[in-house]
C-alpha cells in the first residue's frame, strides 16, 4: 500500500527501523514528517493539509504527548499499549485513506497486547 515505489521504499524502511530498533528517538511533530518526504512529486500532497494537523494533535493529546518531545520507539509504544485501543483507531484515524485497511488497528492491537509488530512481508 502506498503512492508510489519510493513511497512505499521509505515506509518500510522507517517501520522496520523502528520494528528492529526500539531504542531509536523520534521527535514528536505535526504535520509532515520523514514519511511525506517521500510523497511522490508528481501527485497532489495533502501532507499539509488541516485534517492531517488536527489528526495528529488528536492522536498527540490522547498520548500525552507534545510537539518537540523527543523519545524512543519503544516509550512511544509504551503510551500506545496504555492510551489506545484498536478501536479508537476509526475516529483518530477517520480521513486516513489507510485505515479501512486495518493494519493500524492490528497494530494497536498487537503492542496493547505486548506483541511485538510484524516485519514487512516481501513480495
Known amino acids: 500500500m502506498g503512492y508510489s515505489k519510493v513511497f512505499c521504499e521509505n515506509m518500510t524502511s522507517v517501520y522496520e527501523t523502528l520494528r528492529e530498533q526500539p531504542a531509536t528517538i523520534v521527535r514528536v511533530v505535526l504535520g509532515p514528517d520523514d514519511l511525506c518526504a517521500a510523497f511522490p512529486a508528481d ?30 520507539w519503544s516509550e512511544i ?3 500506545v499499549a496504555g492510551h489506545v485501543t484498536p478501536g479508537d483507531i476509526g475516529h483518530l484515524c477517520a480521513t486516513c485513506r489507510w485505515e479501512p485497511y486495518g493494519v493500524c488497528a492490528e497494530g494497536v492491537r498487537l503492542i496493547g497486547e505486548g506483541g511485538e509488530l510484524p516485519p514487512v512481508p516481501h513480495k
Open 77 to 79: 509504544c509504551g503510551k
Open 43 to 72: 501527485e497532489e500532497a495533502h501532507c499539509e493539509n488541516r485534517t492531517v494537523y488536527e489528526r495528529d494533535a488528536e492522536i498527540v493529546a490522547k498520548l500525552g504527548l507534545h510537539v518537540g518531545m523527543e523519545l524512543s
